[in-house]
């Protein structure tokens, strides 16, 4: 039998009216909950709910409620002056600083005010729930109920459960989430929960690469906008949240995780805190954003002329897609068959889609001193944008000859430093890396693994789903490859990955 949502009669209480704090109080309000606002700072709440509001009636001019419905959901909010006011609750979302003995004196105190069955939702973001649940006398009737910011906008939900929390609580919670038009997934809490934890990768990867100066940021962006098909990428993302804030998570995760290396922050990123280069907010992070400064362009590859002699090899998603672009682009080129992996033969270069080896590692290993790595594209067929790495000792005509052919194929061409696993693939090799050891781990199930990342940070598709989609033996040799490479317990593979490699298995069976 299915829990039901708490009852559009329940009064929600939510504490604290920042940006977050309302958010969910015009969730609440819009599907129909009476709400009361309280923040300990004089007017806010009443100012909040103002503009609240007013956003009800913006809503009701473009079609999106009528102004019957904008009416009612504006005066269902109702701004609270003490914490005794509450007492008629049945639902307490506190959005408040992220302190948890703050935390912890707020439920301890509001124990004494709300009924015995008020069910009690942190919206944290970093703190376990377990920890905040150790402070009261009824631990279980709290749960995690962590929303992403813009709440009215954002789809996800995690329902987070502690140690001490009652299944029926997180279920009511989960059910009440779904009631009100969000999408829930169900999370343990360890470090970082779902999002916050599966995404370190996107940042960490990003932030070595820089280090080991495979391309500047503005670069890397495009790779990971244009080819990863991210909508944002790593560097631009950053300086968007704010360095103090993510610096802050990484730290925060990587201390819980008992100095983990896979969580391990950047000195790149420590120093743009250290400056108080905080990103957008300050002025300058990443990019400058000051009045008058230009955003620098990603590299890009001045023209080649094609090689006369194209020849595409295989039958890999990177070599259909070429065969697709180049018949539309009227070029000619011949078929063959793959031995090793080459997708591509241009002039003299041959062509290979990285599987985490340097190009002059692969060069040396295989005998090809021509050799051109290409990075992941989540489309070959639609990517504007290919990062490109070639080895030590490929000649300069056979660069320009991979250049070329790419270019005639319509992509726009970033050549990078020969790093392992280039851009797109290992970024793509270590979120998957970390969901499936989330998985693993019980902290949630594959399905809404994907779902937190795709609608929690927009991924363009699930790790998992995209670790299938490009073959979990092929995520499996870029890791190791990776590990071998820098020789780090940072790169090691996850176990659930390996189990369903040997049993022929899809991570969402």
């Known amino acids: ?126 703190i376990s729930v377990t920890a905040i649940g150790a402070a009261l006398q009824r631990p279980e009737r709290l749960a995690g109920l962590h929303f992403f910011n813009p709440a009215p906008l954002m789809a996800l939900v995690e329902v987070v459960s502690g140690l001490a929390t009652d299944r029926a609580v997180a279920d009511t919670l989960f059910a009440t989430a779904a009631a009100w038009g969000k999408t829930p997934v169900h999370a343990k809490s360890t470090p970082g929960f779902i999002v916050n934890r599966v995404a370190r990768p996107y940042y960490a990867e990003g932030l070595r690469l820089l280090a080991e100066g495979a391309a500047d940021c503005a670069t890397l962006d495009a790779v990971m906008r244009e080819a990863g098909g991210f909508r944002m990428g790593p560097f631009e993302l950053m300086d968007l ?14 201390n819980a995780f008992f100095n983990d290396q896979r969580f391990l922050p950047s000195l790149i990123q420590q120093e743009l805190v250290d400056a108080g280069f905080f990103g957008k907010k300050s002025g300058r ?43 539309a682009a009227g070029v000619g080129f011949v078929r063959s068959t793959s031995s090793d992996g080459r997708m591509a033969q241009a002039g003299e270069a041959v062509l290979f889609v990285t599987d985490g080896r340097s190009a002059t590692q692969r060069a040396y290993e295989s005998g090809i001193a021509n050799t051109v790595l290409i990075d992941l594209a989540l489309d070959y067929s639609k990517a504007t944008r290919l990062a490109l790495a070639s080895a030590a000792g490929c000649a300069s005509a056979a660069v320009d000859a991979a250049v070329g052919l790419l270019q005639a194929a319509g992509f726009k061409v970033s050549p990078l430093a020969d790093i392992p696993g280039l851009a797109v693939m290992r970024t793509v090799a270590m979120l998957a890396n970390e969901a499936a050891d989330a998985v693993n781990q019980g902290v949630c199930s594959a399905t809404s693994a994907d779902a937190a990342m795709r609608l929690g940070v927009n991924y363009p598709q699930g790790p998992l789903a995209w670790a299938e989609k490009i073959g979990l033996s092929s995520v499996r040799d870029v890791l190791a490859h990776l590990g071998a490479s820098y020789g780090e317990d940072r790169y090691r593979i996850s176990p659930l990955i390996q189990r369903h490699i040997f049993a022929g298995k899809p991570l969402h069976d």
């Open 1 to 126: 039998m299915s829990t039901q949502p708490l009852s559009p009669q329940t009064v929600v209480a939510v504490i604290g009216a920042g940006a977050m704090g309302a958010g969910i109080a015009q969730v609440a309000a819009a599907a129909g909950h009476p709400v009361k606002l309280y923040d300990t700072r004089p007017d806010a709440a009443a100012q909040a709910i103002a503009s609240l509001r007013t956003q009800f009636d913006k809503l009701a001019a473009k079609g999106k409620l009528t102004a019957e419905a904008a009416q009612a959901a504006g005066a269902r909010l109702v701004a609270v002056a003490q914490l005794a006011d509450l007492a008629d609750a049945g639902l307490v979302v506190e959005a408040i600083v992220e302190s948890l003995p703050i935390k912890q004196g707020l439920y301890a105190e509001l124990e004494n005010i709300v009924a015995a069955d008020c069910i009690f939702g942190t919206n944290t973001s970093s």
């Open 241 to 254: 949240i704010g360095h103090d804030v993510n610096f802050a998570v990484t730290r925060s995760v990587w």
């Open 285 to 327: 992070g990443f990019y400058d954003y000051r009045a008058g400064a230009e955003m620098p362009a990603p590299a890009t590859a001045a023209a080649c002329t094609h090689p006369a002699a194209i020849t595409v090899c295989g039958d890999s998603a990177a070599a259909h897609a070429l065969v697709e672009r180049l018949t």
